[in-house]
């Protein structure tokens, strides 16, 4: 391949024949031993993603394999946005997404900040706050599903530090929310659709924010702003001290430093946190299916779990592959245009 | 320097200013967010299952008994064995496998390498899910459907992706004269990759080894499609049967939780710094 580009002189025959380099393994070896890799990568990512869109428009929703495609194209697609479960997974991926994003970067930068200030404590502090990140969504989730269950959990240390006494005091009821099990969607959206779009009927999920995904925030928050942390604090070593220094000395406040000089310095740190742990959160599956579950109403339902059921539970193939391919999209969306703009740094 | 000299002269025990009182307060706030689980996991792994009661859940328990832990373990052993047997040779396969792909991807470019690298790493992101039912037909056809080794080659196979980013990173580092100079003495390919980058590679095989053991460990997903039989089940799997189950008190789930934690809390307790250099090179670009 290389010679056709080499600047060799166009001319015939003879010339192009001695310039070309010899049969070299140089160029065919690690192309040789890279192909087993490459081979597995095109049929266990590519080839099966193909395959599994192919399920999502075929017939096949029962044990029996059934590849013929279903007509019309794509109508199980529409079967699927039309089930209120579907509607409220994307509803709750989304909320989901925002929130945790929201909580897991800006408590990251947070934490970041004051660990920069926080002197000799700051090593053993970082360590505690990455240790979850360790663990298995799994542990995570078998943890928090315990501490907010409203029978056993955080409700009993509420009682215990005695704030439900204080709120009796003020004359407030007792303080013990369902946490997972509580079923309400609070800010919704749907009289706001129904006016705006009177002829619209499809919605059949209540659109607002779920508070049993409260806590499944809380719990992938406790997991993952480590890492948001850990990207922080590496961001911030590399700033120079001169540059802090520059600013102080025109007269900035420390907060005003962070705010005008470090934070805006750190945005690309912030942006590839942001598609890490947002296309985490895009896929999460494990650790609501250990904490929650689907919750009452689906109200922490999510594609991940949707996909699972239906496929493995369900044997609803088509539905599953449908759902799975959903989800690949909305990865994709995240994902693409970062691997395309570090493929263009390179 | 004068800066320096005058910061640490006024550090005294008690916080200063506003922002020092701010900076104590969320670490003490951080202390308990990130620790309150760990220390309710323990400790209700601790009691025995008649002092599990509500009211007394967030008191240490009032004796040593061993509590849930030696029900869970009785349980779990067999699927962390699973999962030992699993995550070990999964570990090294796709460790030895990345390092020659992250050799070659990083010192013997070819046209288009970088974009075929890209194509590459798409697989370390999507979402596994939407390659699950090709990939259960492919392993029943080969027979490995239910096994452990179905599920070694699986993790293998979707672990190249990131094994091959970070070494591909590290040997980034590695100055491009080191391979001439190999080449010029005639050592080919693979040569200059045994005697000059496999020597140079202990640190990356450190961190690469760290990152994919956890992932592994932790893997759930996998786990619970691929093998069907509890018998072959990884740990992850059945963690969460244990805590689904009704007839399991709450004492021997939480201490199946420690224990299904422990050798990743283990390995993060003891070789945190390359923990932490692995989890960045997943996303840092080298």
């Known amino acids: ?346 | 320097m004068t800066n320096k000299a005058k910061s640490v002269s006024r550090r005294s025990l008690l916080p200063q200013s506003a922002f020092q009182w701010f900076v104590v307060a969320m670490l003490l706030l951080a202390l308990f967010y990130y620790l309150m689980p760990v220390y309710v996991m323990v400790v209700t792994g601790l009691k025995d299952a008649r002092n599990v009661s509500m009211a007394t859940m967030w008191r240490p328990p009032t004796s040593m008994t061993g509590g849930g832990f030696i029900e869970a373990w009785s349980r779990l052993r067999p699927n962390m064995a699973n999962s030992m047997i699993m995550a070990i040779p999964a570990t090294i396969i796709s460790a030895v496998i990345g390092a020659i792909n992250g050799y070659l991807f990083s010192k013997w470019k070819f046209k288009g390498s970088d974009v075929i690298f890209t194509l590459l790493l798409f697989g370390f992101f999507i979402p596994y899910q939407s390659i699950l039912i090709p990939l259960i037909r492919f392993l029943q056809m080969i027979g490995w459907y239910g096994t452990v080794p179905g599920l070694v080659l699986v993790h293998v196979i979707y672990g190249l992706p990131v094994t091959s980013l970070i070494f591909r990173n590290y040997f980034a580092g590695i100055p491009t004269e080191i391979i001439e100079a190999a080449r010029v003495d005639g050592a080919g390919v693979m040569q200059t990759f045994w005697r000059v980058i496999l020597p140079l590679s202990p640190p990356a095989f450190v961190v690469v080894c760290i990152f994919q053991f956890t992932n592994i460990w932790n893997d759930f997903l996998f786990g619970v499609t691929v093998v069907p039989s509890p018998k072959y089940q990884p740990v992850t799997v059945a963690l969460n049967n244990l805590s689904g189950s009704f007839s399991v008190d709450w004492n021997v789930v939480m201490a199946g939780a420690v224990v299904a934690a422990l050798p990743t809390a283990l390995i993060y307790i003891f070789l945190g710094r390359y923990f932490i250099r692995g989890m960045l090179a997943g996303s840092v670009k080298g």
């Not at chain 1, 946490?179 to 779009?197: E, G, H, M």
């Not at chain 1, 995904?213 to 001290?241: E, K, R």
């Open chain 1, 1 to 346: 391949m290389e010679h056709v580009q080499s600047p060799a002189p166009p001319t015939v025959g003879q010339s192009t024949q001695t310039r070309r380099r010899p049969f070299s393994w140089e160029r065919i070896l690690p192309v040789a031993i890279l192909s087993p890799t490459l081979l597995s990568s095109l049929v266990f990512v590519y080839v099966f993603i193909v395959a599994t869109f192919l399920i999502s428009i075929s017939k096949w929703s029962t044990l029996k394999v059934d590849w013929t495609v279903r007509q019309p194209l794509f109508a199980t697609y529409l079967d699927m946005l039309k089930m209120p479960r579907f509607q409220a997974d994307l509803r709750n991926t989304l909320v989901f997404t925002v929130l945790f994003l929201i909580c897991a970067v800006g408590g990251g930068l947070l934490l970041a900040i004051v660990l920069e200030n926080s002197g000799k404590v700051s090593v053993f502090f970082r360590n505690v706050i990455l240790f979850p990140y360790a663990l298995s969504f799994i542990v995570t989730g078998v943890a928090w599903r315990w501490i907010f269950n409203p029978e056993t959990g955080i409700n009993i240390l509420f009682d215990a530090i005695g704030l439900n006494k204080l709120l009796a005091l003020f004359g407030a009821g007792p303080f013990h929310p369902g946490w997972i099990t509580d079923p309400t969607v609070v800010l919704k959206i749907n009289p706001l659709i129904a006016q705006l779009f009177p002829d619209f009927t499809g919605l059949r999920a209540q659109l607002g924010i779920p508070l049993a995904l409260i806590p499944v925030v809380i719990a992938a928050t406790w997991q993952l702003s480590g890492f948001a942390m850990a990207m922080y604090l590496a961001g911030l070593g590399t700033i120079p001290a001169e540059v802090r220094e520059a600013a102080r000395i025109d007269g900035a406040s420390e907060s005003q430093v962070y705010r005008h000089v470090v934070i805006p310095m750190l945005k690309p740190i912030t942006m590839s946190t942001l598609i890490i742990l947002g296309h985490v959160s895009l896929k999460i599956f494990d650790l609501i299916f250990a904490m929650s579950g689907v919750g009452p109403g689906f109200a922490t339902d999510v594609p991940g779990i949707f996909v699972f059921e239906q496929t493995f539970k369900a044997t609803r193939y088509n539905l599953g592959a449908a759902a799975s391919f959903v989800m690949l999209v909305f990865v994709c969306a995240v994902i693409v245009p970062y691997l395309a703009s570090s493929l263009r740094e390179e």
